[in-house]
């Protein structure tokens, strides 16, 4: 009863305690969460002003044109004073020319000749340039950068942004100067440091070689509040973070170690749960001391009874010589001997039946299995005769249905699908057999089956191109795989037809071979239709639907749309620029891949179910399918991004012209269909009017 009434007492006490630890612990740890998220984002939010203030100033035109005139130095200088004040991480700034030579600092050294040392390292980086930003970052340590009492670490972050005359894309040349910015690692510290407590500290570490206590190291920025004693017990967090954004090049990664202090000393928690723990542990031994006391003045004497019972359950009727006798227990005991002995004859007699029982069980078995190989064999014999009369009679419809089938053959193969109508053909007149058919022209020399495994088909043998026959057959699992070629008038082939048969009767060969000529001659007319048919709406040239195809495709939308007002659908209209110009400044062959580039841009850009056509000359068009004002609007927002993207039409002596294109779009949901197409076209020309009056170019 004292370990029932201690021990839950002392768990829920030690529970209670332990929860307690825990959302102390929780808390620390959230703190130091909250605290890396802050510096982290700190950090990011710092170099990112500081790279887009010196893309802004880089793009200056006085500032460029101060390179190279002397006059315009007082701009220069006010300029960078700007950018160190409203910049924090920096210190010094320098403004040089192509050659090294100092035009313009603030806060620098005169005549500084550590720039010479930074020469080869931006140089390289320079000729090395990618399209991902054009600012680099790398580490300086020990140079004289600016004056010792902005920098007495002499280490910290050097960024270099090359100077051009013009920022457009394809004028690019060689850089005129360069605007270095140069970031003390006091800076950083000074800036990070309003976010710690006392006790608290960040290392942004980048070398593996280094140490958090090596303060020396140029890859390491030791930040800390208050005084930080060593052998304060302190929790730390480990996270990456990465000097990078768009204007950046080649990005620089820290590991970044936040360390804060805990509770010094053991936990008052776990203390009070200690004396708990003992304290219900004393209680335990005292409560099984006095257990085996009751047990050995009380319970000893009633053992003796519970061992005879138990010898009893297990067989063994010897009386046990034990002090304690009652004239109950030795009646018990004789009642006990009496059922063991009825029970023993019982189980012997079952034993006997039970034998006799297992004899007549297996005689039974020995005459049904007899029974079931008997009629198993006479089921056999039935079906196998069965089967013959079927085939018998099978072969005979087959016969007289192929003949009938052969006239209405011709009119669905020029109207269907033809590896569906084919198949249906050949497997209602030979149902029991197994069929495939491989359309070279149609479907791509893909197999088409019908009772029949795929994995068959990849036997080389089966291949038309091994046999010079147009008909011949591959064993099989017992049967053949019967093999026709389909051929055209030119005899090349154009398919194949497998039939999975037992051996072919002559008349079923004759009426086969008959069927497969019939399919050769009705599918090279059709092939033949299809592809004038095709030639009719498509562009020579791009290989895009014609005026014709885009004609009745519009046709077919507005009527579709009269019928369900609610199916809206876009009309884009297109036109490329300059086209007269390419073709009179390098022929009508570049002309001509101008027009094939661009349309390969269109195609790319638009959906899966939009379609794009070649009106003629220089104009496209293109129609959305289920395009509402906003669709349109996305698919506008696709073809600007490409347009304001560098694509270029190239001939093979390495002569190119940038691709560019008018668009101009309406909806259904805004016009009307009658009025679509005018809408489109009228803003088309109007944004061709404006890319002329913009660019300066001529028509």
């Known amino acids: 009863m004292l370990i029932i009434a201690v021990v839950p007492a002392a768990i829920v006490g030690g529970l ?23 510096i982290e984002q700190e950090f990011d939010y710092r170099f990112s002003l500081l790279s887009t203030s010196l893309d802004v100033l880089s793009r200056d035109r006085l500032f460029v044109q101060a390179i190279d005139n002397f006059f315009l130095a007082g701009h220069v200088n006010t300029s960078l004073g700007t950018l160190v004040k409203n910049a924090p991480l920096i210190q010094a700034a320098y403004l040089v020319d192509d050659q090294w030579a100092e035009i313009e600092s603030y806060n620098g050294i005169r005549g500084l000749s550590s720039f010479f040392k930074l020469k080869d390292i931006l140089s390289y980086r320079l000729s090395h340039q990618n399209n991902n930003g054009r600012q680099w970052v790398f580490y300086y340590n020990g140079e004289d950068l600016m004056p010792f009492k902005f920098n007495p ?8 942004v090359p100077i051009f005359q013009s920022m457009t894309n394809g004028l690019k040349r060689e850089p005129l ?22 006790g608290e500290q960040v290392v942004f570490h980048n070398n593996d070689r280094g140490s958090v206590n090596n303060i020396d190291d140029i890859n390491n920025i030791i930040i800390t509040q208050g005084v930080i004693n060593n052998k304060t017990p302190t929790i730390h967090k480990t996270i990456k973070i990465k000097l990078e954004n768009k204007y950046i090049s080649e990005p620089i990664e820290y590991i970044m170690k936040v360390y804060m202090g805990k509770y010094i000393g053991e936990n008052p928690y776990i203390n009070s749960l200690k004396y708990i723990t003992l304290f219900g542990g004393i209680i335990i031994l005292l409560s099984l001391f006095s257990a085996g006391l009751i047990y050995r003045w009380i319970a000893r004497p009633l053992s003796g009874l519970m061992d005879v019972v138990r010898a009893y359950s297990h067989g063994e009727y010897k009386s046990a010589n034990k002090t304690l006798r009652f004239a109950e227990f030795l009646m018990v005991e004789q009642l006990i001997r009496n059922m063991a002995k009825t029970i023993q004859a019982q189980m012997a007699n079952l034993a006997t039946t039970n034998k006799e029982l297992n004899i007549a069980y297996l005689e039974k078995e020995q005459a049904n299995l007899q029974l079931v190989n008997f009629n198993d064999q006479l089921e056999k014999k039935v079906k196998e005769k069965t089967l013959a009369l079927s085939r018998s009679l099978l072969r005979e419809k087959n016969r007289r249905s192929m003949l009938q089938s052969l006239l209405s053959f011709s009119h669905e193969l020029q109207s269907g699908n033809i590896i ?33 495994v795929q994995s068959r088909l990849e036997n080389k043998d089966i291949q038309p191109e091994s046999h010079y026959s147009d008909y011949y057959r591959v064993p099989s699992n017992g049967e053949y795989l019967h093999c026709f070629k389909v051929k055209n008038s030119q005899n090349d082939i154009t398919g194949i037809i497998v039939m999975q048969y037992m051996a072919l009767e002559h008349d079923d060969f004759e009426v086969i071979s008959l069927f497969i000529r019939q399919l050769s001659i009705e599918l090279e007319g059709r092939l033949l239709n299809e592809e004038l048919a095709r030639i009719a709406v498509t562009d020579s040239l791009t290989g895009l639907a ?10 077919e939308h507005i009527q579709l749309f009269n019928r369900y007002p609610e199916r809206h659908f876009g009309v884009f209209i297109l036109d490329v620029n300059g086209l007269k110009r390419a073709n009179d400044c390098y022929g009508h062959s570049m002309g001509d891949v101008l027009l094939i580039e661009t349309s390969k841009l269109l195609v790319k850009t638009s959906r899966v179910t939009d379609k794009v056509y070649r009106l003629g000359g ?54 009307s269909v009658e009025q679509i ?6 803003a088309m020309y109007k944004d061709k009017h404006h890319f002329y009056e913009t660019t300066g170019i001529k028509q």
């Open 177 to 198: 100067g360069y605007l270095i910015v140069v970031v003390p690692i006091e800076n950083i510290i000074k800036v990070l440091r309003p976010y710690l407590k006392d």
């Open 153 to 160: 670490t002499r280490r910290g972050i050097v960024v270099g």
């Open 420 to 452: 569906e109508t084919v198949m249906t053909q050949v497997v209602a007149l030979y149902p029991m057999a197994g069929w495939a058919m491989k359309n070279y022209a149609d479907n791509k020399g893909i197999w088409a089956c019908e009772n029949i």
């Open 546 to 555: 014609n005026r014709k195809a885009f004609d009745l495709d519009l046709d």
């Open 618 to 671: 220089d104009e496209f068009a293109i129609i959305l399918e289920a395009g509402d004002s906003e669709s349109c609007s996305i698919l506008w927002r696709r073809l600007e991004k490409v347009r304001n993207q560098i694509n270029y039409a190239y001939l093979p002596d390495g002569k190119r012209v940038e691709i560019h294109f008018a668009v101009g779009y309406a909806s259904t949901d805004q016009y």
């Open 16 to 38: 209670l305690l332990k929860q307690q630890s825990d959302v102390e612990e929780n808390y620390r740890i959230d703190m130091l969460d909250r605290l890396s998220k802050t």
């Open 677 to 682: 197409f005018l809408v489109a076209d009228k």
